[in-house]
């Protein structure tokens, strides 16, 4: 018997054979099983997924004798004659070779004809997107109201090369892309039948090179027999398809854990003198740092398509990286694929970027560095409280002292004239912005001139700092009202200092103006020292004093 390539050996006879189109198959024999066979069918979809299988399948079970739940025989006189392609009521056309309108105006005479033998004449018209638009119009008739006994069965890899008018008057089926995962199981099946050995490894390199298409992952596994023997090695395949090996992308990033720039230039030169693609190097590299970012977010290697043992080290790498980190390498690497195609030198551009790569610092978010400083040892310092809103430059962050309650202050008696008059706090003690905001209705009871406290019933205190009161203005409108009186921020100033005790500078600021307190704070002349101190002794910071 003379030799059969695997992809026609291993075709599928049965709707049950057919793999990764169950969405499809199921509903055909559905279909078959209820009297409900449509008249025309369009089956589109990638390459090598099954297209013209079910359609000979589907063509074969509508003329076999004995059905059986749905699917064919493959024993009664009309499956061995439709297997050993004898049948005269199963008609198959390349459309790419019958494609001018003669041959269609042929087609449409043979379809008044009934069957010979079978209940059915069936025509499967391949690559049907071939016809030119002369056929199309010329089959629009006879497609839409064929005589009771025809059935048209289309197939085409460019649907929307297809007229609508013909797509409208068929049942469209899509057929998927096949899983990476059923292309290895199903030859490895192959395989074991064939008394082949094969790793996993060299599974995902043949099913990830066919790229969904398993048609084209048998014939590459064929080429693979011929060169290893039965005695398949993923080292020796790599070598055959002078396939990028994925060990190299691992590397690349250790180096970029390890900051090991040297890296760059000794995996470039492993890229040059094995004489690999560089272009087809940086879709790979793109394609695994998706991975580890598939890994990072779903916290499992489910969306990843690769052997098993690369998948147990893309989630090693869960805890080196974050979303962010991979999304900067993300946008290199997609920097990269544009621009290398326009260098005249790829290899020093591969050389300079993937240095540029490994210098990358790992990002940190505030709200990570809001952990760690919460973390960290403070001596009881409040870290949630912005520097500058609630202590001046004189006062000392709080520390934690002892749980005992505090000492119980005699309340006096006050009269009703007391009262009435809101009493300036003692000079010696602290005032802070939580003090002056929650003394603010009194403060501005205080205030004679009836404008200036119409104006400051309306406003608010932003901030104190450094001995300086900022006002926040109730309306935009105010500010432009104060411009012509001179005197009040001064007379507001004295009032302040009079009634708090304290010496300060009165600042107005409008609602719309954008207040940037920690900028201000850093820039200030008195940081808070004990802070700066956790962020250099935690967070690893360097402290920069300008003149």
């Not at 409280?385 to 000492?407: I, L, M, N």
């Amino acid at each position: 018997m003379s030799y059969l390539v695997t992809a026609r050996k291993w075709r599928p006879t049965l709707f049950s054979e057919v793999v990764g189109q169950q969405h499809i198959t199921q509903t055909l024999k559905n279909a078959i099983l209820n009297g409900r066979v449509a008249h025309a069918y369009l089956f589109a979809g990638p390459r090598g997924v099954g297209k013209t299988t079910t359609a000979r399948i589907m063509a074969k079970v509508l003329n076999c004798k004995n059905p059986k739940d749905g699917e064919p025989c493959n024993k009664c006189e009309m499956c061995n004659a439709f297997n050993s392609s004898q049948s005269l009521d199963i008609i198959e056309i390349d459309g790419a070779s019958n494609r001018r309108i003669e041959e269609i105006r042929t087609l449409r005479e043979s379809v008044k004809y009934a069957p010979t033998k079978g209940t059915h004449k069936v025509y499967i018209i391949d690559e049907v997107h071939m016809l030119t638009i002369e056929s199309f119009n010329a089959l629009l008739k006879t497609l839409e109201e064929p005589p009771e006994h025809t059935i048209f069965i289309f197939a085409t890899t460019d649907v929307h090369k297809v007229p609508s008018t013909i797509i409208s008057r068929c049942q469209r089926y899509d057929f998927r892309r096949i899983e990476l995962n059923t292309i290895k199981d199903l030859l490895n099946k192959i395989a074991e039948a064939e008394n082949i050995t094969i790793d996993d490894k060299s599974l995902t390199i043949i099913g990830k090179k066919a790229d969904g298409a398993l048609r084209d992952a048998e014939s590459i596994f064929d080429q693979v027999v011929s060169f290893c023997g039965n005695n398949i090695e993923a080292d020796v395949l790599t070598s055959m398809l002078n396939l990028i090996d994925e060990d190299i992308y691992f590397s690349f990033t250790d180096a970029i854990l390890e900051k090991n720039f040297a890296a760059a230039f000794d995996i470039t030169e492993e890229l040059y003198n094995k004489g690999w693609n560089f272009i087809d190097f940086v879709n790979g590299m793109t394609e695994h740092f998706r991975n580890i970012l598939a890994a990072i977010v779903k916290k499992d290697s489910s969306l990843i398509e690769s052997a098993e043992m690369y998948k147990e080290k893309y989630m090693e790498y869960i805890k080196s990286f974050s979303e962010a980190d991979i999304l900067k390498l993300l946008n290199y690497s997609n920097r990269l694929n544009q621009e290398i195609k326009f260098a005249q030198n790829q290899r020093v551009k591969i050389e300079i970027s993937l240095a540029h790569m490994i210098s990358l610092e790992k990002t940190e978010t505030i709200s990570n560095l809001l952990e760690k400083l919460k973390s960290a040892n403070l001596s009881g310092y409040n870290v949630n409280t912005v520097p500058g809103r609630e202590t001046d430059e004189k006062k000392k962050p709080e520390r934690v002292t002892s749980s005992t309650p505090p000492e119980t202050k005699q309340v006096k008696q006050e009269s009703p004239k007391e009262k009435s008059s809101p009493k300036p706090p003692s000079t010696n003690v602290p005032v802070d912005f939580k003090t002056i905001k929650s003394r603010w209705a009194e403060f501005v009871d205080t205030i004679t001139d009836f404008n200036y406290k119409l104006l400051l019933g309306d406003a608010k205190p932003q901030k104190y700092f450094a001995g300086k009161l900022t006002i926040r203005l109730g309306r935009q409108s105010d500010k432009d009202v104060i411009k012509s009186e001179k005197t009040f921020t001064k007379q507001i100033s004295t009032s302040a200092q009079e009634f708090f005790g304290k010496e300060m500078s009165i600042e107005l600021t409008t609602p719309d103006t954008l207040h940037r307190e920690e900028i201000e704070f850093m820039q200030s002349d008195q940081p808070n020292t004990q802070l700066v101190d956790a962020i250099i002794n935690e967070l690893g910071g360097k402290e920069y004093k300008t003149n």
